[in-house]
């Protein structure tokens, strides 16, 4: 898909538009040297969209989810967040932010190693209810929907396997009931099974209208989502349309997929 | 790598608890080098002094009209005396001048100071030049403690006369320096002196006694003793108020007692700190061994021994140990002449220190010792990892047991919840915070439940001094003047109580003893006896503990008190105690002493006033009956002025023991919370990511170590409390204290508390605040 057909310039928000940057960019320095990461971006992300981004090593795609969801903050440009712009606040008003309205699933799982699965999603949920009982039944009640036993709510992280860990991390990011999770190479550490199961749950989570942004550097984990922005040395060069996942990864969006990524020289 | 290199490599990495660990040794080692130094030089400071100062080793002082040829032939024959002196000097029994911010009554003895004389040649300390007609040499303690200095008035109050002069001079002395013993020396020109001696007449006129022995060691106690027995009117000398005697043995314990006890202060916080210090190493040693556990694989791996790995740890260890206690030591040379100041003040000695080796390397060695034994202790697991599981980060796969305080079911807030988490998820780190934390409460209470006692509400120190604290104290000229004055005080407006309390030398199954004699011990404020009763009947007495641990008799046992040459049986009815005079007391009523001295009426009335001035009763009294008093005390004023010497010491015991216990909390809390914090990074990064806004991670620190602080410093405000009185009674004993009663005033150690965890709660969060610095993203991806 040749660059000049990528959507990326947004004027006004659109009712359903959830995020959008506006000459997002960001520079890391390192030994007096500047190193721009992520160069003039300018992204909408649209509510119930489940977006991958894609790219080579090093291209940006982390940096660009961190920045994305107020966990980093940019060097230049905007990040407005439905009304608000995030990019003006403070690592305290964006530790607010991110609790009110993000999800993070990290590659890493990044349970606290010292709490029970329980209150790894307790620990997050609390910090928005203070209703104890309600957040502990809704917690409850998510671990169990992503197929964790009862006898594993109790257990310590590293009691569990690697599948199990991804699901509760899934839990901890759903218990806020965010606007929009963020998911950086959330199967890159499972086997086969245990990401298709990782998988299941995220789709089964989008369909439900959750927002979801996925870096994933594996073609079979971006089948799942319905947009494809394609990152190369801090600039988005293609943004694919795949349309809702309908549950069968077959051919025709497989080959779509493929096309793409093989015209951005993936 | 060698393994020189590999310690200073580890020092590097941990700049700042290098630095942390440096600064606890450095004061473990200042403390303990200034404690060690004061009792090594205190044990030689009185005998060198005495020495230098060319001082007798005792001396008595009487009127003249009372000197006898016996007393002199007495010194001059005894083998054991190595020489001896006369000299003509102005006795004054009970003077008055100001010590301190009030006025002092005490005995006065003035020499002329250009009077040529064996002993005690007057060395000035500073003077003013040229001398003038009214100049007066003081001793140093007038500077020290006494707030004078060179070219103030000075106005010395006798028989209602008073004469002011300027202070033109000071000067050491060792047995007449201190308003300790009741009588101070004063050196006058020759022209002011013979005016002095002139104005005041015979009456005033006095004979100083004074010998050296030859054998400095030899009880100086038994020689006066022993004189008091031979000499010819011995009941002359018990009695007669302007008769003065002293030995340096007395002096050096009384100069002495309060400076080893706040030395034991000093070399006991040098303990805590040395311990504080230990725990800390243990606390680092253990965690650099878990944080560099790969690292130690990789060096295992590569071929280095656990002897070698083991040796490059308490080689860091022992260069920080070394380095901080040496400079620790070469600094404590900068305290010890605050110190020595103390010293001064209670003393009026000067103190001058010099090197002392000998110190020096006791406080580095016992440091280095204690360090090492801890180190090597620490580090010994070294030797039980292998490589591969130390590669492997030396973890079990189940390292958590219990997953305490469960967020869904415990009470409370999330930050106290997970506060609490913190908490018993590091028992044995917290059970040490705590731990010491109380052992430096206890000593904050202790210093402070001191200072007020002897600062502020000094009846209980005045009390275990051994002194009456009444309001007045009233000497009769004659017996007879006596009996007629009790009844006309007792009708005076004002007057609560009186009641006769007079002091004379006797011996006790041999041993020499200062006897209290009164009417009525019930009427006495001060009741010195703790076990069993004062005596009551005229065949009863009561001792000193520290008499009857010499004499091994008890309650119930019977004793001989010779006074002259008479004796009689006393049955021991109570055991008291005493600080003064080493604890030597013992106590009869009137009837009972009349047993040996038949003729004997008490000359010594104390007067304790309600609603009513002391200085307006003393006008009053010297109005109405001043033909019958010999000589009025002010005890108020008396109390003020001599307390004012410990004042000054005790204030800066607690000054320094406060701020140990300051850089105590600072460096304790400092130290954990930022290992913590960099141990528990990656934690504190995801919680950030989860939406924790770096004030809510800086409180939950706080909050999971302010309930450790709290119980801590409840423990040991408790302790304190309880045990300040029974660690004072322990300090004292020696000097016959068996039951320590001094206030302790509630209100006061509760702020001391409250501040305490104020202080470590605000470290705490600045602490924490270092958690600012450490962003989420970092965090996540470093």
């Given at each position: 898909?040749?660059?000049?057909?990528?959507?990326?310039?947004?004027?006004?928000?659109?009712?359903?538009?959830?995020?959008?940057?506006?000459?997002?960019?960001?520079?890391?320095?390192?030994?007096?040297?500047?190193?721009?990461?992520?160069?003039?971006?300018?992204?909408?992300?649209t509510?119930?969209?489940?977006?991958v981004?894609?790219?080579?090593?090093?291209?940006g795609k982390?940096?660009?989810?961190?920045?994305?969801?107020?966990?980093?903050?940019?060097?230049?440009?905007?990040?407005?967040?439905?009304?608000?712009?995030?990019?003006?606040?403070?690592?305290?008003?964006?530790?607010?932010?991110?609790?009110?309205?993000?999800?993070?699933?990290?590659?890493?799982?990044?349970?606290?190693?010292?709490?029970?699965?329980?209150?790894?999603?307790?620990?997050?949920?609390?910090?928005?209810?203070?209703?104890k009982?309600?957040?502990?039944?809704?917690?409850?009640?998510?671990?169990?929907?992503?197929?964790?036993?009862?006898?594993?709510?109790?257990?310590?992280?590293?009691?569990?396997?690697?599948?199990?860990?991804?699901?509760?991390?899934?839990v901890?990011?759903?218990?806020n009931?965010p606007?929009?999770?963020?998911?950086?190479?959330?199967?890159?550490?499972?086997?086969?099974?245990?990401?298709?199961?990782?998988?299941?749950?995220?789709?089964?989570?989008?369909?439900?209208?959750?927002?979801?942004?996925?870096?994933?550097?594996?073609?079979?984990?971006?089948?799942?989502?319905?947009?494809?922005?394609?990152?190369?040395?801090?600039?988005?060069?293609?943004?694919l349309?795949?349309?809702?996942?309908?549950?069968?990864l077959h051919?025709?969006?497989?080959?779509?997929?493929?096309?793409?990524?093989?015209?951005?020289?993936? | 790598?060698?393994?020189?290199?590999?310690?200073?490599?580890?020092?590097?990495?941990?700049?700042?608890?290098?630095?942390?660990?440096?600064?606890?040794?450095?004061?473990?080692?200042?403390?303990?080098?200034?404690?060690?130094?004061?009792?090594?030089?205190?044990s030689?400071?009185?005998?060198?002094?005495?020495?230098?100062?060319?001082?007798?080793?005792?001396?008595?002082?009487?009127?003249?009209?009372?000197?006898?040829?016996?007393?002199?032939?007495?010194?001059?024959?005894?083998?054991?005396?190595?020489?001896?002196?006369?000299?003509?000097?102005?006795?004054?029994?009970a003077?008055?001048?100001?010590?301190?911010?009030?006025?002092?009554?005490?005995?006065?003895?003035?020499?002329?100071?250009?009077?040529?004389?064996?002993?005690?040649?007057?060395?000035?300390?500073?003077?003013?030049?040229?001398?003038?007609?009214?100049?007066?040499?003081?001793?140093?303690?007038?500077?020290?403690?006494?707030?004078?200095?060179?070219?103030?008035?000075?106005?010395?109050?006798?028989?209602?006369?008073?004469?002011?002069y300027?202070?033109?001079?000071?000067?050491?002395?060792?047995?007449?320096?201190?308003?300790?013993?009741?009588?101070?020396?004063?050196?006058?020109?020759?022209?002011?002196?013979?005016?002095?001696?002139?104005?005041?007449?015979?009456?005033?006129?006095?004979?100083?006694l004074?010998?050296?022995?030859?054998?400095?060691?030899?009880?100086?106690?038994?020689?006066?003793?022993?004189?008091?027995?031979?000499?010819?009117?011995p009941?002359?000398?018990?009695?007669?108020?302007?008769?003065?005697?002293?030995?340096?043995?007395?002096?050096?314990?009384?100069?002495?007692?309060?400076?080893?006890?706040?030395?034991?202060?000093?070399?006991?916080?040098?303990?805590?700190?040395?311990?504080?210090?230990?725990?800390?190493?243990?606390?680092?040693?253990?965690?650099?061994?878990?944080?560099?556990?790969?690292?130690?694989?990789?060096l295992?791996?590569?071929?280095?021994?656990?002897?070698q790995?083991?040796?490059?740890?308490?080689?860091?260890?022992?260069?920080?140990?070394?380095?901080?206690?040496?400079?620790?030591?070469?600094?404590?040379?900068?305290?010890?002449?605050?110190?020595g100041?103390?010293?001064?003040?209670?003393?009026?000695?000067?103190?001058i220190?010099?090197?002392?080796?000998?110190?020096?390397?006791?406080?580095?060695?016992?440091?280095?010792?204690?360090?090492?034994?801890?180190?090597?202790?620490?580090?010994?697991?070294?030797?039980?990892?292998?490589?591969?599981?130390?590669?492997?980060?030396?973890?079990?796969?189940?390292?958590?047991?219990?997953?305490?305080v469960?967020?869904?079911?415990?009470?409370?807030?999330?930050?106290?919840?997970?506060?609490?988490?913190?908490?018993?998820?590091?028992?044995?780190q917290?059970?040490?915070?705590?731990?010491?934390?109380?052992?430096?409460?206890?000593?904050?209470?202790?210093?402070?439940?001191?200072?007020?006692?002897?600062?502020?509400?000094?009846?209980?120190?005045?009390?275990?001094?051994?002194?009456?604290?009444?309001n007045?104290?009233?000497?009769?000229?004659?017996?007879?003047?006596?009996?007629?004055?009790?009844?006309?005080?007792?009708?005076?407006?004002?007057?609560?109580?009186?009641?006769?309390?007079?002091?004379?030398?006797?011996?006790?199954?041999?041993?020499?003893?200062?006897?209290?004699?009164?009417?009525?011990?019930?009427?006495?404020?001060?009741?010195?006896?703790?076990?069993?009763?004062?005596?009551?009947?005229?065949?009863?007495?009561?001792?000193?503990?520290?008499?009857?641990?010499?004499?091994?008799?008890?309650?119930?046992?019977?004793?001989?008190?010779e006074?002259?040459?008479?004796?009689?049986?006393?049955?021991?009815?109570?055991?008291?105690?005493?600080?003064?005079?080493?604890?030597?007391?013992?106590?009869?009523?009137?009837?009972?002493?009349?047993?040996i001295?038949?003729?004997?009426?008490?000359?010594?009335?104390?007067?304790?006033?309600?609603?009513?001035?002391?200085?307006?009763?003393?006008?009053?009294?010297?109005?109405?009956?001043?033909?019958?008093?010999?000589?009025?005390?002010n005890?108020?004023?008396?109390?003020?002025?001599?307390?004012?010497?410990?004042?000054?010491?005790?204030?800066?015991?607690?000054?320094?023991?406060?701020?140990?216990?300051?850089?105590?909390?600072?460096?304790?809390?400092?130290?954990?919370?930022?290992?913590?914090i960099?141990?528990?990074?990656?934690?504190?990064?995801?919680?950030?990511?989860?939406?924790?806004?770096?004030?809510?991670?800086?409180?939950?620190?706080?909050?999971?170590?302010?309930?450790?602080?709290?119980?801590?410093?409840?423990?040991?405000?408790?302790?304190?409390?309880?045990?300040?009185?029974s660690?004072?009674?322990?300090?004292?004993?020696?000097?016959?204290?068996?039951?320590?009663?001094?206030?302790?005033?509630?209100?006061?150690?509760v702020?001391?508390?409250?501040?305490?965890?104020?202080?470590?709660?605000?470290?705490?969060?600045?602490?924490a605040?270092?958690?600012?610095?450490?962003?989420?993203?970092?965090?996540?991806?470093?």
């Open positions: 898909m040749p660059e000049s057909n990528i959507s990326i310039r947004v004027i006004r928000f659109m009712p359903n538009q959830l995020l959008r940057t506006e000459k997002l960019c960001k520079t890391f320095s390192s030994g007096g040297v500047q190193q721009h990461v992520l160069k003039n971006l300018d992204i909408s992300l509510e119930g969209d489940f977006t981004i894609m790219g080579s090593s090093g291209s982390s940096t660009l989810l961190y920045a994305l969801s107020g966990m980093d903050k940019p060097t230049l440009g905007e990040i407005h967040f439905e009304e608000q712009n995030i990019s003006r606040l403070n690592n305290d008003q964006l530790a607010i932010f991110r609790r009110n309205h993000c999800g993070f699933v990290f590659q890493q799982v990044h349970l606290l190693d010292n709490m029970s699965v329980l209150d790894n999603v307790l620990a997050s949920g609390l910090l928005v209810s203070r209703n009982r309600e957040i502990a039944a809704k917690a409850e009640q998510l671990l169990a929907k992503v197929g964790l036993e009862e006898t594993s709510w109790r257990k310590f992280p590293s009691q569990l396997s690697g599948g199990e860990a991804q699901r509760a991390g899934i901890r990011a759903l218990i009931s606007k929009i999770i963020f998911a950086d190479e959330p199967t890159g550490a499972l086997n086969s099974a245990a990401s298709d199961s990782v998988l299941d749950i995220m789709t089964a989570v989008n369909r439900n209208g959750q927002s979801i942004v996925m870096v994933t550097h594996d073609m079979k984990t971006a089948l799942r989502g319905n947009r494809v922005l394609y990152l190369r040395d801090g600039v988005i060069c293609g943004d349309q795949l349309g809702a996942f309908d549950g069968e051919s025709a969006r497989h080959e779509k997929l493929k096309a793409f990524l093989a015209d951005m020289g993936w | 790598m060698n393994i020189v290199n590999l310690a200073l490599a580890n020092i590097k990495r941990g700049k700042s608890a290098a630095f942390s660990l440096f600064v606890l040794i450095f004061a473990a080692a200042l403390l303990l080098n200034v404690g060690i130094t004061v009792m090594f030089k205190m030689t400071f009185y005998d060198d002094k005495v020495e230098e100062l060319q001082d007798p080793h005792l001396g008595i002082m009487l009127n003249k009209a009372n000197d006898k040829a016996a007393y002199h032939d007495y010194w001059k024959n005894n083998p054991d005396v190595k020489a001896f002196e006369m000299e003509s000097m102005i006795l004054m029994d003077a008055k001048f100001r010590y301190g911010k009030s006025d002092m009554n005490s005995g006065a003895a003035l020499f002329n100071s250009d009077a040529k004389r064996h002993f005690s040649s007057l060395k000035l300390i500073q003077k003013l030049a040229p001398v003038q007609p009214d100049d007066i040499y003081v001793p140093y303690s007038f500077k020290t403690s006494g707030g004078y200095k060179l070219g103030d008035p000075f106005t010395i109050t006798f028989q209602e006369k008073s004469f002011s300027r202070v033109a001079g000071f000067f050491e002395s060792t047995m007449l320096g201190t308003p300790s013993m009741g009588m101070m020396k004063f050196l006058l020109p020759d022209a002011a002196y013979r005016e002095l001696s002139e104005a005041l007449g015979p009456a005033a006129e006095g004979i100083s004074s010998a050296a022995l030859k054998d400095s060691r030899q009880s100086t106690k038994q020689l006066m003793n022993e004189f008091n027995k031979r000499s010819p009117d009941s002359l000398n018990a009695i007669a108020p302007t008769f003065w005697e002293t030995d340096i043995e007395t002096m050096k314990s009384v100069g002495t007692m309060t400076i080893n006890i706040v030395s034991m202060i000093l070399v006991a916080f040098a303990g805590v700190i040395v311990l504080v210090a230990l725990i800390v190493i243990k606390f680092r040693v253990t965690n650099s061994i878990d944080d560099g556990i790969v690292h130690i694989g990789a295992k791996a590569i071929g280095y021994t656990s002897r790995i083991l040796m490059s740890i308490v080689m860091q260890f022992m260069f920080i140990t070394l380095c901080a206690g040496v400079i620790g030591v070469a600094l404590s040379y900068a305290v010890i002449p605050a110190f100041g103390i010293v001064s003040s209670l003393t009026g000695l000067l103190w220190h010099g090197w002392d080796a000998e110190a020096n390397v006791l406080s580095v060695l016992i440091v280095t010792i204690l360090v090492l034994a801890v180190t090597l202790f620490s580090a010994s697991r070294i030797r039980k990892l292998h490589p591969v599981a130390a590669l492997r980060g030396g973890m079990m796969t189940h390292n958590f047991k219990r997953n305490p469960p967020l869904e079911k415990s009470r409370g807030g999330l930050q106290f919840m997970l506060a609490c988490k913190t908490i018993m998820m590091n028992g044995k917290n059970s040490m915070i705590a731990f010491i934390i109380a052992a430096i409460t206890f000593a904050s209470v202790f210093s402070v439940v001191l200072y007020y006692n002897v600062a502020s509400n000094k009846k209980a120190f005045i009390h275990l001094v051994g002194a009456e604290t009444s007045v104290m009233i000497q009769a000229k004659t017996a007879s003047d006596g009996k007629k004055l009790i009844p006309a005080i007792e009708r005076m407006d004002g007057v609560a109580k009186i009641a006769i309390l007079d002091f004379i030398t006797a011996r006790i199954d041999g041993q020499d003893t200062y006897m209290n004699i009164s009417d009525d011990f019930g009427k006495l404020e001060n009741q010195t006896v703790y076990e069993g009763r004062f005596p009551k009947y005229d065949n009863e007495i009561a001792v000193s503990w520290a008499v009857s641990k010499r004499l091994g008799k008890g309650i119930g046992d019977t004793v001989k008190v006074i002259s040459q008479a004796s009689q049986t006393y049955l021991i009815t109570g055991l008291s105690q005493s600080i003064s005079n080493m604890g030597k007391a013992a106590y009869l009523t009137l009837p009972g002493v009349r047993q001295l038949p003729d004997y009426e008490g000359s010594v009335i104390n007067v304790y006033l309600k609603g009513m001035d002391t200085t307006r009763f003393i006008e009053s009294i010297r109005a109405q009956h001043g033909q019958q008093i010999g000589n009025i005390i005890v108020d004023e008396t109390i003020d002025s001599q307390s004012s010497i410990y004042i000054s010491a005790v204030f800066a015991v607690m000054v320094l023991v406060l701020a140990i216990t300051v850089l105590v909390v600072v460096m304790i809390l400092y130290l954990v919370i930022k290992t913590m960099l141990k528990r990074r990656r934690e504190f990064g995801i919680l950030k990511a989860t939406g924790y806004t770096t004030l809510q991670l800086m409180s939950q620190i706080a909050m999971s170590f302010i309930p450790i602080v709290l119980v801590g410093v409840i423990i040991g405000g408790v302790l304190g409390c309880v045990y300040t009185n660690m004072l009674t322990l300090l004292l004993s020696g000097a016959g204290i068996h039951n320590v009663q001094f206030i302790v005033k509630i209100p006061l150690i702020m001391l508390c409250i501040g305490l965890i104020a202080l470590a709660y605000l470290v705490s969060m600045l602490v605040r270092r958690i600012k610095r450490i962003s989420a993203y970092g965090m996540i991806t470093e």
